[in-house]
């Protein structure tokens, strides 16, 4: 039987509070039998009664309690219900939480994750649907972290989030996009006509972020490199696996789970060799992810850089109506559109 990504997610909370007993879980609607608005949290409760405690709707506050439980010395975990709900949280997040251990001249540690689902394709409408990450990255001392989902070595949904709570000493945003709960884990038995390389951000510390880097056994060399992260991860897998056995566009996919601060390095490599990139992302394309990463590649590869697009949201609000959600959110086929452009 195929594991999914919640029930992963799922495993590494339990392995965390059963590995720790500084390991707390905060939430709205966290407690058995309903286990929160997505079931990560199913079964915590009732395992660890004393230490999964449910809370008043108040982000703001709740974030602050967190917070002041990490300066004390516990490991709390919170979850936001819906990441549009991290907008009640920035105050904390970005003028508090992580400027702590820089204000007291690391005389402090704030191990705090704060977990959220986002992104849309569930009809939720244009206040439970955003893709809001952006708004986080590039904050000093907040590490922003978006799942894959794959099953490689000892490397998981579950162990990334497990890591994050046991041996991550400044805060973590962690993002879980709601079409990946339920998509099963991609092993090395599943991606059968994938070589799938692991390498690490960084590479020489302790705390280590995996990337995936994805070619089709036996291809060509690729000419396009993508990059993407989260659900929009997978849609770019199924589109290179597509363009490759039905059209021969060969392509090298990189998927990153540390979206801030960034490691280049991987996909520099990659487009080093290509000379092209598309950067896929399920937010609003001004400002965003793939921005900063173009910019970066622009600066660190100049004319080796032969072209660079960007795939992401219309600049709307997420609409209620499953077909205008669709049309305004990048798909599948948008991806395989502008490889075919990038190819040519």
């Avoid at 965390?16 to 709205?28: F, I």
């Avoid at 400027?99 to 191990?111: A, E, G």
Wanted: hydrophobic share 40%; aromatic share 6%; glycine share 8%.
């Amino acid at each position: 039987m195929k594991t999914t990504v919640l029930e992963s997610l799922n495993q590494g909370l339990m392995a965390a509070l059963k590995a720790d007993a500084t390991v707390h879980l905060l939430g709205e609607d966290i407690l058995d039998p309903y286990g929160g608005a997505f079931k990560v949290t199913r079964g915590c409760s009732t395992a660890f009664p004393e230490r999964v405690i449910p809370t008043p709707i108040s982000e703001a506050g709740l974030t602050g309690v967190t917070a002041g439980m990490a300066l004390r010395g516990l490991r709390p975990v919170l979850e936001i219900m819906f990441g549009d709900f991290t907008t009640l949280v920035a105050d904390q997040l970005i003028n508090h939480i992580s400027k702590f251990r820089w204000m007291y001249n690391d005389s402090v540690t704030l191990p705090l994750v704060i977990r959220t689902p986002m992104g849309g394709r569930r009809g939720y409408g244009p206040t439970h649907s955003q893709s809001l990450e952006k708004l986080f990255m590039g904050v000093p001392g907040l590490t922003v972290l978006a799942p894959a989902n794959f099953s490689i070595d000892t490397h998981s949904p579950g162990s990334l989030l497990e890591n994050s709570i046991l041996y991550t000493d400044s805060p973590v945003l962690f993002i879980e996009n709601k079409m990946q709960y339920l998509q099963p884990l991609l092993t090395t038995e599943i991606l059968s006509d994938f070589d799938v390389e692991l390498r690490f951000d960084p590479s020489d510390s302790e705390e280590q972020f995996p990337i995936y880097c994805l070619r089709i056994k036996g291809a060509p060399p690729a000419t396009v490199t993508i990059s993407a992260y989260g659900f929009c991860g997978e849609l770019a897998r199924q589109a290179q696996s597509k363009l490759a056995f039905e059209e021969e566009i060969f392509s090298q996919l990189i998927i990153p789970t540390r979206l801030s601060p960034f490691a280049l390095q991987p996909l520099m490599e990659s487009v080093a060799r290509t000379g092209k990139c598309l950067l896929v992302e399920e937010g609003t394309r001004s400002l965003g992810w793939g921005a900063e990463v173009a910019a970066l590649l622009a600066e660190t590869l100049g004319d080796k850089l032969k072209q660079v697009k960007r795939l992401a949201a219309l600049e709307t609000p997420v609409p209620a109506a499953v077909s205008l959600e669709k049309s305004m959110l990048p798909q599948q086929e948008d991806i395989e559109a502008l490889l075919r452009k990038m190819s040519a």
